[in-house]
């Protein structure tokens, strides 16, 4: 199993002038850790059950353009980006200027965006649920258009692009990654058009049993879109503090081992205190050895 690393808290002791200093340490610390992809969160403020709204909170793609200059091994994406937030035709842009960049280390993450708040407050158009979820497909089918050799319009009921030129092309096709677990909608367009799924993971002990239950209704839209279900790589947020020291990755590792049972081999877990760098030297000594294996 895979270990990536979620960073979704900027508040730093020393305040917004140490962000760029520690966020190059933990770029480096991930990969002396073995940490297989570094991603941010896509939110313009800090989520409200997190901390308050004005708390420092990073764009996202600048975030990753500047790790990117920083690492030559992790992939690198966000989780998830909201389709909300950027024209399709300048995501396809963004990712694959990300991907050249970096070597091929882009990835795609992306849903159908969820915080009214900031939308209201930069004045983000933030359309009904269906309505996003018309635009993530048309989005999820806009940037494989990109990612292609056909350069031509696209024609969709919420976008449409007279030329799809995307010059340069990425280095890698960046796997795609549909985050969320809603079975009718989400999973459906897994199936259809993504590389990677992300679910939710904790220390609940029914955690894995919730988990095997969402993978066999994408198993069940893979047959009826003729995808192949063991292509698609199962990942997982693991939404809950993890303490260091070699106890607590013990438990984890334990935890873990259920989930790899049921078919995640990646698990992406979040330094939720103002010491990223040190969560991820303590990844590197305890965590990564013990789940390499799952």
């Known amino acids: 199993m895979n270990v990536g690393v979620h960073l979704v808290n900027f508040m730093l002791p020393d305040g917004p002038p140490s962000i760029g200093p520690t966020m190059a340490a933990v770029a480096r610390a991930a990969e002396e850790a073995g940490v297989a992809n570094l991603s941010l969160m896509d939110h313009y403020f800090q989520l409200e059950m997190m901390g308050a709204a004005d708390q420092p909170m990073l764009e996202g793609y600048t975030a990753l353009g500047f790790l990117a200059g920083l690492t030559s091994t992790v992939e690198l994406q966000l989780l998830v980006t909201g389709v909300t937030y950027r024209h399709p035709g300048l995501l396809a842009k963004i990712v694959s200027t ?58 969709g009921r919420h976008y449409r692009l007279a030329e799809t030129i995307n010059s340069p092309q990425p280095l890698r096709t960046p796997p795609v990654l549909v985050g969320g677990s809603g079975e009718k909608k989400t999973l459906r367009l897994v199936a259809k058009y ?47 503090p993890l303490s260091p020291g070699a106890e607590a990755a013990a438990r984890f590792a334990d935890a873990m081992s259920a989930y790899a049972a049921v078919g995640i ?9 103002g010491d990223p760098v040190g969560f991820v030297r303590n990844l590197g000594e305890h965590i990564v050895p013990r789940v390499a294996g799952l």
């Not at 990300?98 to 983000?124: N, P």
């Not at 988990?211 to 997982?236: P, Q």
């Not at 081999?265 to 205190?273: A, C, I, L, N």
Request: hydrophobic letters at 40%.
């Open 98 to 155: 990300l991907d050249v960049l970096s070597g091929g280390r882009a990835v795609l993450g992306i849903g159908a965006a969820w915080y009214e708040r900031e939308h209201r407050a930069l004045g983000v158009a933030y359309p009904p649920l269906a309505e996003r979820f018309e635009r993530l497909e048309e989005t999820l089918q806009i940037v494989r258009q990109m990612w292609s050799g056909d350069d031509g319009p696209f024609e």
């Open 194 to 240: 993504a590389d990677r799924c992300n679910l939710f993971a904790g220390p609940d002990p029914d955690g894995p049993a919730m988990v095997a239950g969402k993978l066999d209704v994408l198993r069940e839209h893979c047959d009826r879109e003729g995808t192949d279900y063991d292509r698609i790589r199962k990942t997982v947020l693991y939404a809950a």
């Open 265 to 273: 081999t990646e698990v992406h877990v979040m330094p939720m205190d």
